[in-house]
C-alpha cells in the first residue's frame, strides 16, 4: 500500500478517485483475511472421578484442530492428572464414548496433550479470566485476539447458582466475575463476536445479567436451577475394557459428536443448538445473548469445519448408557467400582472411600439444613442471580466454600446460598455470618 501511494502522488489528478478507491478496497481486503478464530478450552476439575470433564475438553480441542483451528490460536486449561490416574486402564489415552473395539475407538487426548497450556495447580479462576481478557498476568499464554476477530470459549466443571469451580474446589469464578470479563474483553476490542458453551449444574445461571449489546451467544448444559448429567456411566466398555466412570457430560457429548458428522458451515448455531436441546434428555439447554445473530451464522465460523471424526468407525453412535446426575458422581463411581473390583484389598479400600462419602453427603445435609433454619429461609427459594441482591452472591459463596465446604455433591446446596442472598435482600453480612456461625460447628 506505501508503495502504491507513493506512484499515486506522481499521477494524474483525474485518476486520484479511482486509486484511492482501489487502495480503500485493498485496504478492507487486508482487514478481512486478517481475521482469526480464537478459542480458550477448560476443563475445571481434577481427579479420575472427573474423567468425562478430561475427556470432554480434550474432545472439543480436536474438533477445533481438526476443523482448521490454528493451534496457536488455542488456550487450553486442564489439570492433567486424569490420562495417568492410575484408575485409568488405558494410561495417557482418553476416550469420550465407548467403543466395540480399540481400533474403532478415538482417543481424544492424542491430540491435546502436547498442547495443554495451564496444568496442575495453574489451573485457577484467577488465572482463567486473566486468559480470556490479555491479562500477562497469567504468566503464560492469553488471549490476543483483536476487534475482527471470532472467539470460542469452552468451560466444562462443576457449577452451582452464579458459581463456577476449579479443580479442588480451591478458588471459583463467580457469575460477577464472568459478566465483568466478557465486559472487559468487549470494550477492549478483543472480538467481533463470542460464543460461550458452559457445560455444568445450575449453568444458566452465569448468563441472567449478560448485556445485550456486547456481541455474546452463550449456551448452557442447564437451566439456573438444575443439575447437569454424566452420560456414557455404569461400566462403559472401549475394545471390552472398562472404564470405570462416565465417559463425557450429556451436553458435550451431544454438540461434539454432532460437530464428528455433520459439516457445520450447513448448520447455524441456533439450529445447533437446538439440536443439541432435542438430543440431551435429562437437562435443558439454554441459550442467552445475541440470538438474531445466532440465528443467521453458520457453526462453522467458531467451531471448525466439523465432520472431524478420526474414522467412520470412531463416528458410530453408541448407546448412552446410564446417565448420572453430577450431584451424584462420587457415590456412584465409587459404588460401580466397588461392585466390580476383585481383589479383596481394593474391595476394602472402596468400601472405606464409599462409606466416608456417604457420611461426608450426610454431613452436607446437615450444615446446610441448619444454616436454612438459622436464615429462616422459606421451602421455595429464589436462586437467581438477575436480581439487585446479586452482589452478595460472591462473598456468601466464598464463606460457604471457606468454612462449610463446597464438593461435587453439596454444591446443590448453593442454591441455599443464592436463595438467603435473595431473601434477605441483599444483606451480605448477615448471610455470611450466618454460614460461619453454622459451619463452624460441625
Not at 103 to 117: F, G, Q, R
Not at 127 to 136: C, E, H, K, R, S
Request: hydrophobic fraction near 40%; proline fraction near 4%.
Amino acid at each position: 500500500l506505501k508503495l502504491q501511494f507513493l506512484y499515486l502522488i506522481g499521477r494524474p489528478a483525474h485518476t486520484h478517485t479511482t486509486m484511492f478507491a482501489r487502495l480503500a478496497l485493498l485496504a478492507l481486503c487486508a482487514g478481512v483475511a486478517s481475521a482469526e478464530d480464537y478459542a480458550v478450552v477448560v476443563c475445571g476439575s481434577n481427579t479420575f472421578m472427573n474423567y468425562r470433564h478430561h475427556a470432554d475438553a480434550a474432545h472439543v480441542y480436536q474438533v477445533l484442530t481438526r476443523g482448521g483451528y490454528k493451534a496457536e490460536n488455542i488456550i487450553t486449561m486442564m489439570y492433567d492428572d486424569v490420562p495417568y490416574a492410575s484408575e485409568n486402564p488405558f494410561p495417557g489415552q482418553l476416550f469420550n464414548k465407548p467403543a466395540s473395539t480399540l481400533a474403532a475407538a478415538n482417543d481424544v487426548y492424542a491430540s491435546v496433550k502436547d498442547h495443554i497450556d495451564y496444568k496442575g495447580k495453574q489451573v485457577t479462576a484467577d488465572t482463567y479470566l486473566q486468559v480470556i481478557t490479555g491479562n500477562a498476568s497469567a504468566g503464560g499464554k492469553v488471549l490476543q485476539s483483536g476487534p475482527e476477530d471470532n472467539v470460542f470459549l469452552y468451560f466444562v466443571d462443576h457449577g452451582g447458582p452464579g458459581i463456577l469451580c476449579f479443580p479442588g474446589f480451591k478458588t471459583s469464578v463467580h457469575e460477577v466475575d464472568l459478566m465483568n470479563a466478557l465486559q472487559s474483553m468487549h470494550d477492549q476490542k478483543m472480538y467481533k463476536n463470542l460464543v460461550f458453551f458452559v457445560d455444568a449444574c445450575e449453568s444458566g445461571s452465569m448468563f441472567e445479567n449478560l448485556p445485550a449489546d456486547i456481541n455474546v451467544f452463550a449456551v448452557t448444559a442447564a437451566t439456573a436451577s438444575e443439575s447437569g448429567y454424566g452420560k456414557y456411566c455404569g461400566s462403559p466398555k472401549v475394545g471390552g475394557t472398562v472404564i470405570p466412570s462416565c465417559l463425557g457430560e450429556e451436553f458435550s457429548c451431544t454438540w461434539l459428536e454432532e460437530a464428528d458428522v455433520t459439516d457445520l458451515s450447513t448448520v447455524t448455531l441456533q439450529a445447533l443448538y437446538k439440536i443439541v436441546q432435542e438430543g440431551v434428555i435429562m437437562s435443558h439447554p439454554q441459550e442467552f445473548g445475541a440470538l438474531a445473530y445466532a440465528a443467521a451464522t453458520d457453526a462453522d465460523a467458531f467451531l471448525g469445519h466439523g465432520k472431524t471424526a478420526p474414522s467412520a468407525a470412531a463416528a458410530v453412535a453408541q448407546d448412552a448408557g446410564e446417565r448420572w446426575s453430577s450431584r451424584d458422581m462420587k457415590l456412584q463411581t465409587l459404588r460401580a467400582q466397588y461392585l466390580a473390583a476383585t481383589d479383596a484389598g481394593r474391595r476394602s479400600e472402596l468400601a472405606a472411600a464409599l462409606i466416608a462419602e456417604v457420611e461426608d453427603r450426610e454431613a452436607a445435609d446437615a450444615k446446610f439444613a441448619a444454616l436454612a433454619k438459622k436464615l429462616a429461609l422459606p421451602e421455595e427459594l429464589n436462586t437467581s442471580t438477575g436480581t439487585p441482591y446479586r452482589h452478595c452472591l460472591k462473598p456468601a459463596h466464598e464463606a460457604a466454600r471457606e468454612h462449610c465446604g463446597y464438593s461435587d455433591y453439596s454444591l446443590k446446596y448453593a442454591s441455599v446460598v443464592a436463595g438467603a442472598c435473595n431473601h434477605w435482600k441483599g444483606d451480605t453480612a448477615k448471610v455470611v455470618n450466618a454460614t460461619v456461625s453454622v459451619c463452624a460447628g460441625y
